[in-house]
Every structure is written in C-alpha cells, then in structure tokens.
T-cell receptor, first 112, second 113 residues
C-alpha cells in the first residue's frame, strides 16, 4: 500500500510561476524524499528532508515538512519548461527492508 | 557501465511465456529493488534484496521471482506471463540504511498479449 499521497494529481502552470506540490503520509518517518520522473524515464532523487528538519532548500527547490500533520510540500520556484515531469514523495517502507513507499505522483506541466 | 542498467528496454511477450528482466548496478550498493509502475497506481514494490544472497517479497510478488547471486545483479523472472503483468518495470538500488536514497534504472516496458 502506498504511504505517501501527492496533491494535486496534475498541475499546469506557465514558465516563471511557482509550483507547489503536497504530500501526506501515514506513519512516523526518519526522512521523506522527493523524486522526479521525466516521461519514459526512471525516477531521479531530488531532495531529502529529515524528520527533525522543517525546511530545506536546494537551488530552486524548497521542501517543508510538518511531522505533526504528516505532510510535506515541494515548491519549485521560477518554473521552466524543463521542469515538466511527474514528482513523487517517498517514505521508508518498514515492512520491506529498505524499500520506499511512493505516492501516485503529481504530474506537472510547465508551458512556455 | 555507469549507475544502474536494465535490459531489455521494451518487450512484447505472449501470455504463458517465461521472461527474465535484467538489472545490473556498478555502484556496489547492497540493496536492490524491483518496482512496477502502472498508470494511476504509482510504483509498487515487487521484490527486494537487502544484500547478496537474500531476497524478500514486496507488495505485489505473485507471479514474479528474483535471485541475488552477487552484489551487482538482480534479475526478475516472470515464470508464466499474464496480461496483467503488462507494465513498466523499474529496478533500483541503494546503500541499505542511512538515508536510503534510491537510484533507478531506465525501466523495461513489458507488454503481455
């Protein structure tokens, strides 16, 4: 069963705008990760936030974590057409070794 | 080889046939995983291996088997393919423990007719 659930399922914005995606999860976590998937490709790790962190930045990415609400958000600032992809949050699957539970993803379309 | 590779890239298979999807990594990661990705369902774990010589079942293991004879290779076998196994299959690897950031292969698109 999926641990994380992203919201919205799909998001369409114009270049230069900010894109915000949300993730909710069910159980306690050590960390939460965000991955990106371009069409027809494998997932690529973007950023990780630990359970004792509230916010983390990496370039145009900003991730927040609220463990009391079991939620996280990914903000992409000044979006570019090249940011068009699906974005997934992931948490550790405690019943399957070190595997990750992925949500169903947010499909982001950035139009020029 | 750089990172993690999968073969074949795509395959059309008749139902009832046996098929092995190959996965190789050169990062010396001890943990490896197989996921399937279906539209609207996200990624689901099929099997995993925390270290060479050990394997475990994920969320959707039925109809699939794996082996982990060495650190680098983690093949996934469909003993008798069925149409419901039509999917995109991703292999991934990680250093078990720590942050467990996963590195993914490019995927195998499998169609079972």
């Amino acid at each position: 069963s999926q641990q994380g659930e992203e919201d919205p399922q799909a998001l369409s914005i114009q270049e230069g705008e900010n894109a915000t995606m949300n993730c909710s999860y069910k159980t306690s976590i050590n960390n939460l990760q965000w991955y990106r998937q371009n069409s027809g490709r494998g997932l690529v790790h973007l950023i990780l936030i630990r359970s004792n962190e509230r916010e983390k930045h990496s370039g145009r990415l900003r991730v927040t974590l609220d463990t009391s609400k079991k939620s996280s958000s990914l903000l992409i600032t000044a979006s570019r057409a090249a940011d068009t992809a699906s974005y997934f949050c992931a948490t550790l699957n405690l019943s399957s070794g070190y595997a990750l539970n992925f949500g169903k993803g947010t499909s982001l379309l950035v139009t020029p | 080889i750089a990172g993690i590779t999968q073969a074949p890239t795509s395959q059309i298979l008749a139902a009832g046939r046996r098929m092995t999807l190959r996965c190789t990594q050169d990062m010396r990661h001890n943990a490896m995983y197989w996921y399937r990705q279906d539209l609207g369902l996200g990624l689901r774990l099929i099997h995993y291996s925390n270290t060479a010589g050990t394997t475990g079942k994920g969320e959707v293991p039925d109809g699939y088997s794996v082996s982990r004879a060495n650190t680098d290779d983690f093949p996934l076998t469909l003993a008798s393919a069925v149409p419901s196994q039509t999917s995109v299959y991703f292999c991934a690897s990680s250093v078990a423990g720590g942050t467990n950031t996963q590195y993914f292969g490019p995927g195998t698109r499998l169609t079972v007719l």
